[in-house]
């Protein structure tokens, strides 16, 4: 397979902040790796058995779902423990392995910002594709500027599945992903902006990053945790503030 370069991310913390829900976090980080591109078009046709029609570019048009089957393709083609286990479509992820999986959300933003505390981390122009660029498709990746972690096309180009849940008491199973697209406005091309969809859905502007570590407490890792996920489900039964939509409308 071609090299997935990762570069390493030391430890840390970084605040998420839910502009819907109006709510902060702090998530402390252990050390991670993190891929220095999106997964490219070249490297998801080798590993999956699909065409490459740019194989510089990065692979778009992808679901959640491929994109954590990929994951677990990239491991054993590695020789690396898988991270995910399946039932059907149901996913969990083994924490404590050491193969290749979808950035958490935390993960995510705190190798975006790399120590940046701005939307982004350079003059958009040259840190991102963005609409202003006038493009209609994807562009081969590292056409602009990196961050201070030297990684390309975080902001941009297209947007990167993680492994959270977006909002499961509003969502259900929606899954976050971040960073902006080709297409997007400016407004959406921010470090912190937050967009999800289902697990099957898949859109000409959402690709994928990888990352690697692996932790030892099951079920929680890297500002993620099982049983948040369930609690924040739950939410769904209390009464809702204003301007709510609840799950199935």
Known sequence: MTDIEMAPIGGGEIVLHDARTKTRRAVTLQPFQIGVYPVTEEQLAEVLGIAARHPQRPAADVSWLRAVHFCNAASEWEGFDPAYRFDGEDVMWDVTADGYRLPTEAEWEFACRAGSTGPHYAPLADAAWTGADGTATPQNVGGKLPNLNGLFDTLGNVWEWCWDLLDPARYDEYRVFRGGGFADDAWSVRASVRRGGAPRMHHEDVGLRLARGDFDTPGEAQ???????????????????????PRGR
């Open 223 to 245: 500002g993620w945790s099982a049983l948040a996920d369930r609690e924040r489900a739950a939410a769904g039964d209390r009464p809702t503030p204003p301007g709510w939509t």
